[in-house]
């Protein structure tokens, strides 16, 4: 099974301030997701991401979100202005190819106060 | 809308127990996961069904799949203590992209 690292595994960050989440895939994938859980709630997809674009985007994904792979490995997601509803569990998910079985990261663990 | 529905939500039940979790999906699919999540872990993948007929099984645990009822089952047999989780499908929607879309979850607690 493909191992995923996601860093840091707890961030808490004011309200207002901007925040950067990390996916890095052990192996060679070129799908990518992000995900969100709220507490106690269901996962909630993001985004998806392939071939250095943007595939995909839910109606949470608005503007204040946004998701690069800077240097070909990190996976990232940005949040620029965080919101108390932002606070969640934020996961990454990475596919060998589109509709493929995803595998995803431990998570990161934002707490927006 | 697409909608993704588990039920029952909670489940409590006696070790050595059987019982069967129901993923009912709102729109046309043949890919189905399940997953198994622990509290403040991440997912992890259970079963993946690619057919209509597809039946999975994985120790106590068994999966299957019916797309023309659009519906989903995990069964359990013999409950331990161990199964005590959250357990989610996830339906793959052909040709809208390839995002998940997952099911409100079925908390188990598998009582000694």
């Known amino acids: 099974e493909p191992e995923v690292t996601q860093t840091p595994s707890h961030q808490v960050t004011q309200m207002g301030q901007e925040v950067i989440l990390r996916c890095v895939p052990i192996?060679?994938?070129?799908?990518f997701y992000w995900y969100r859980q709220i507490l106690g709630q269901k996962v909630e997809f993001l985004v998806s991401f392939y071939n250095n674009e943007i595939s995909e985007k839910s109606e949470i994904f608005d503007d204040q979100f946004s998701v690069e792979r800077p240097d070909g490995s990190n996976f990232t997601l940005k949040i620029r202005s965080t919101k108390l509803e932002d606070s969640a569990m934020y996961f990454c998910?990475?596919?060998?190819?589109?509709?493929?079985?995803?595998?995803f990261g431990p998570g990161t663990r934002l707490t927006v106060t | 809308e697409l909608k993704v529905e588990q039920n029952p939500l909670f489940l409590s039940m006696q070790e050595g127990k059987n019982y069967t979790i129901y993923c009912n999906y709102s729109t046309t699919s043949d890919r189905l996961y399940w997953y198994r999540q622990d509290p403040g872990k991440s997912l992890e993948s259970l079963f993946v069904l690619l057919s209509n007929g597809a039946v999975k099984q994985e120790g106590r645990l068994m999966a299957s799949l019916d797309t023309k009822a659009r519906l989903s089952t995990l069964h359990i047999t013999a409950a331990v203590h161990d199964l005590s989780a959250t357990y989610f499908c996830a339906v793959d929607v052909l040709n809208t992209g390839n995002q998940f879309y997952f099911g409100t979850g079925t908390s188990l607690t598998v009582i000694p």
């Open positions: 998910a990475i596919a060998s190819g589109r509709n493929a079985e995803q595998y």
């Open positions: 192996s060679n994938h070129l799908y």
